[in-house]
């Protein structure tokens, strides 16, 4: 071949190749600019701090050290929680107080929940309309010492019958209150911290109603013992109908107490 040839075939072949880099280059769109946006910004669901616990709090025991505040959604806080922009000096406020229920870590605290400035413990673990009445007890008469506070029990009166001339003939047992929660024994008024189940008191403080609150007053009289027998947590929701209502009223007359003496009834003791 002639080299004029070879030299012209070279020239296209090159300038072929250049047009295809070209046109190549040319299609290409340019790169992207990314544009990073460093501004802070708020977070996608609204937060608000909440006073928690951080431990345990047992009933009757103040909370100490054991608050913080915590990031809660907004949407979900209660109008019983306690806040960082409603109360701010709340963590060191109530540091100092005593909680009437038992409190859990990780739930938020509630005023409701802890006792108000000046009230005793008792009378503010006491619903509306209930009494706290204390009885003697001893393990023979409280299920071997295994009652304990915030436990359902029957109070049972044992006394002599006595029959005509003053001379006893056996015994006459009853049972006088059912479904009565147990406040404390002695001054215990919950399981202590190390879980111990056995307990054995002198007294045992009832949550009575007024009515409930004579009628044992009555039996602590009559009785020469009073026994607590021990309820199963399923038998707590019983409605108790009726009780020894005989010892504090006679013939529907509220305030009069019927006394049994010498197998004779006489009731004395009515209110006008």
């Known amino acids: 071949m002639a080299p004029s040839r070879v030299i012209i075939l070279g020239v296209a072949v090159a300038t072929a190749i250049g047009a295809g880099y070209v046109a190549k280059n040319m299609s290409t769109p340019p790169p992207a600019q990314i544009i990073v946006d460093s501004a802070p910004r708020e977070p996608a669901i609204k937060l608000a701090d909440v006073l928690v616990l951080e431990g345990d709090v047992p009933m009757g025991t103040t909370v100490g050290e054991k608050l913080a505040w915590q990031s809660w959604p907004s949407a979900g806080i209660s109008e019983a929680f306690i806040t960082r922009d409603s109360a701010p000096g709340a ?16 739930e938020p605290l509630r005023r409701s929940k802890l006792i108000g400035e000046g009230q005793s413990f008792m009378s ?66 919950q399981e202590d911290e190390e ?12 949550e009575l109603t007024p009515q409930q609150a004579e009628i044992i007053t009555v039996a602590q009289q009559m009785a020469d013992r009073l026994t607590l027998a021990l309820r199963a947590v399923v038998d707590t929701q019983e409605v ?15 305030g009069t107490v019927r006394m049994i003496k010498s197998g004779e009834v006489s009731e004395v003791g009515a209110r006008k």
């Open 91 to 106: 963590l060191e406020e109530l540091q100092g107080a005593i909680a009437r229920v038992p409190m859990y870590e990780g």
């Open 124 to 189: 503010s673990i006491l619903p509306s309309g209930k009494r706290a009445v204390a009885t003697q007890i001893a393990a023979d008469t409280s299920a071997g010492g295994f009652i304990l506070p915030n436990d359902f029990v029957d109070v049972i009166m044992t006394r002599r019958n006595q029959a005509e001339g003053g001379t006893a003939e056996g015994y006459v047992t009853e049972t006088i209150l059912r479904n009565i929660r147990v406040l404390a024994i002695d001054q215990a008024i």
């Open 195 to 206: 879980g111990r189940r056995v307990r054995v008191g002198d007294t045992a403080t009832l």
């Open 240 to 254: 108790v109908e009726g009780e020894a209502d005989y010892l504090v009223s006679g013939n529907g007359r509220r």
